[in-house]
Every structure is written in C-alpha cells, then in structure tokens.
C-alpha cells in the first residue's frame, strides 16, 4: 500500500484540461502520496472534470471558483481549503518527475527537525526546462535565499511548481498571495514573506518538468511593476536596510520590463529599461536574479 505524506498539493487551472490530467497523473504516480490534491478551477469557459478515475481515488477535490481571479487568488482559495499545513502548489501545465515526491518530502523533515524556527522554512527543488514537444533543454537548480535581501533580488525558483511550504506559518506571519496582482504576483509574496523571517532551502535535484509559458505584454508587467513598487515603499519604510532593498527591487522590475519590451522587439525600450536595471544594481551580468546551478539535459525522464 502507498504511503501517505500530510500534504496538499493545490493546482489552480483555467482550461488545459488535458495538461491538468497530466499534471494529477504525476502526483498521483509518486511513490508516495499527498493527503489530498486540490484543483482550483479558475472560472473555465468550458468547466474542467475530473476524470472517473482521479475522482475514484478520494484524493483530489474540484473547486470552481465564480469568477475568473488569476494565478493568485486561485492559490490563495487552494490553501485555505487545505486540510494539512504543508502545502505546495503545481501549475497545471507542469509535472512531477517520477519518484521524486519521496525525496523532497525527506529533505523537509530533516530540514525541520534541524530548526528551531519550525515552518519558516520554504523548501524547493530544482526542475527541468522543457518545450511544449517535450524535449529537455537543462535542469535548473536554484540557489536558496537565507533573507529579504535574497528574496528581494527577483523570482528564480519557481515557486509555482517547485516549493513546499507552511501555510499555516505563511498565512500568518505574511498573508497570501495579492490577487489584484495578474504579473509578477510571486515576486511581490515572497518579498513579504522574506521580511516575515523565512528562508528557502532548495534540494539538490530536479523535482518538476516546467513547460515554458507564453510572453507577458510589457504593458501587463510594467503596470505589476508599478504597483508592486508602491507596495514596497511601504513595507520597507521603517527598516535600516529600505535603500539596499528598493534598489534590488528597482532593479529587478526593470529588468521583467526589458526582457517583455526585448520579446516585442521594442529595442530603444529594452536598452533604456536595463540601463536603469543596472544602474540600480551594477552588475557584470544582465540578470539581477541569485541564479541557479545549471545542468545539461539528462537522459529522458518518463512523463505521465
């Protein structure tokens, strides 16, 4: 008999209804298993099921959300209506790799019987970069963050697919995702939940298959940017370190800019953007992000 693990796995999705069942299918092929998978249905146009069998096996719960809230607000219904207090969270176009839940459920539990800072941990893994055909461009491993200074730096670790977390702890301390954010909403959390005292531990594997996504408008991202940017001010205006925080900030929201208006060949734009992404943060490299230890692509992995 399967093992069960006291975790939720949260998927919010709006249509792929064939990728949604792949992304259950690799939860639901681990060696061991979450307590419960919920599927957040983002007010689909065309309702999204559960098939006979995923539905058979009383793991995975549907809710419908009634209007259409973005990536956000999706998350944010899936954790409040988590039964367990580790929770982590799989884009529906995403997938485990095979045998891999085991693992990273063990790298938390030596992780939080070494602190005494019980579930302010948040535990990640690296993932493989995949095209839509299937083929395997590179396993990324992010580098962790030990502070706000780290987490302020940008989003390189995939927190969509790629992290376990306790929401308890992050509800509490730092509140959920902003649902008025549609771009960059994962930076803009986990800036908040850096200054609320976490770190992020990242496991020396690769634990997701990441399909790249389509390009974000430069409009989209520079009005996420701007909003995000006043939002900082306000949460860094009684620290001592406030100007080392915006200038990284500064520097990464510029930098999301120049990489959409590079996608829409929007060159003047593109050089302008960077100029102040390095100007805020003088660097010997485009990318303000920590990084990752980058890998060539392995052997092919079976996937779901």
């Not at 929770?87 to 602190?115: A, M, N």
Request: proline share 7%; charged share 25%; hydrophobic share 45%.
């Amino acid at each position: 008999m399967t093992a069960t693990i006291p975790l939720t796995f949260v998927i919010p999705s709006y249509g792929r209804q064939q990728k949604l069942e792949r992304a259950v299918a690799s939860i639901l092929a681990q060696g061991v298993l979450p307590e419960e998978i919920i599927v957040v249905d983002d007010a689909s146009p065309e309702p999204l099921v559960l098939p006979e069998a995923v539905a058979a096996t009383g793991r995975v719960r549907l809710i419908r959300q009634p209007v259409n809230g973005g990536a956000a607000q999706a998350r944010n219904t899936g954790m409040e209506a988590a039964r367990t207090d580790w929770v982590s969270f799989l884009d529906s176009d995403d997938w485990l790799l095979p045998d891999t839940l085991q693992p990273r459920w063990h790298f938390l539990q030596e992780g939080e019987d070494r602190t005494a800072e019980k579930g302010r941990t948040v535990y990640g893994c690296g993932w493989q970069d995949t095209l839509p055909d299937g083929t395997v461009l590179r396993e990324r491993i992010p580098l962790p963050a030990h502070g706000p200074a780290d987490f302020f730096r940008g989003c390189w670790f995939s927190p969509g697919s790629c992290i376990i977390l306790n929401r308890q702890e992050v509800l509490r301390l730092a509140g959920g995702a902003d649902g008025s954010l549609r771009r960059l909403e994962d930076y803009e959390w986990f800036v908040r939940i850096g200054l609320a005292g976490f770190v992020l531990k990242v496991q020396d594997m690769a634990g997701a298959g990441i399909e790249r996504g389509s390009n974000t408008s430069l409009a989209a991202v520079s009005a996420a940017a701007d909003a995000i940017s006043l939002r900082i001010a306000g949460l860094t205006r009684d620290r001592q370190d406030k100007a080392v925080l915006r200038r990284r900030a500064n520097a990464y929201l510029r930098y999301e800019r120049a990489a959409s208006a590079w996608r829409e060949k929007r060159l003047a734009a593109f050089a302008l953007l960077m100029a102040g992404s390095l100007a805020a943060s003088p660097r010997l490299k485009l990318s303000p992000l920590p990084g990752w230890t980058l890998r060539h692509a392995p052997a092919p992995r079976v996937r779901p």
